[in-house]
């Protein structure tokens, strides 16, 4: 399995269902009070997560874009409809 753009993950998931998915990746990597944050915090918060899988191993930053390793988001449920 290869790895996994982030951008092109948010790209399937769609604009008008973008702030949810993004909130509920922060729930996901147990962010507290995910649900009730503006939404500029949220995009800082999910750019500081993927940083942290960076940190682990799990992503690789690339310009503007993060690659997953195959695995990073397993359990992450509202990803699966989206992954190959």
Same mark, same amino acid.
């Given at each position: 399995?290869? *790895?996994? *753009? @982030?951008?092109?993950?948010?790209? /399937?998931?769609?604009?008008?269902?973008?702030?949810? #998915? /993004?909130? %509920? #990746?922060?729930? @996901?990597?147990?962010?507290?009070?995910?649900?009730?944050? $503006?939404?500029?915090?949220? !995009?800082?918060?999910?750019?500081?997560? &993927?940083?942290? &899988?960076? !940190?682990?191993?799990? %992503?690789?930053?690339?310009?503007?874009? @993060? !690659? &997953? !390793?195959?695995? %990073? &988001?397993?359990?992450?449920? %509202?990803?699966? $409809? /989206?992954?190959?």
């Amino acid at each position: 399995m290869t *790895s996994i *753009s @982030w951008r092109a993950l948010e790209t /399937h998931v769609g604009l008008n269902d973008l702030p949810a #998915f /993004h909130r %509920a #990746f922060l729930t @996901w990597r147990g962010v507290e009070g995910a649900d009730g944050m $503006p939404l500029r915090r949220v !995009q800082q918060r999910v750019e500081a997560e &993927l940083n942290r &899988l960076v !940190q682990a191993g799990q %992503a690789t930053r690339d310009g503007e874009d @993060w !690659q &997953l !390793q195959p695995g %990073a &988001l397993d359990g992450f449920d %509202a990803a699966a $409809p /989206h992954l190959g």
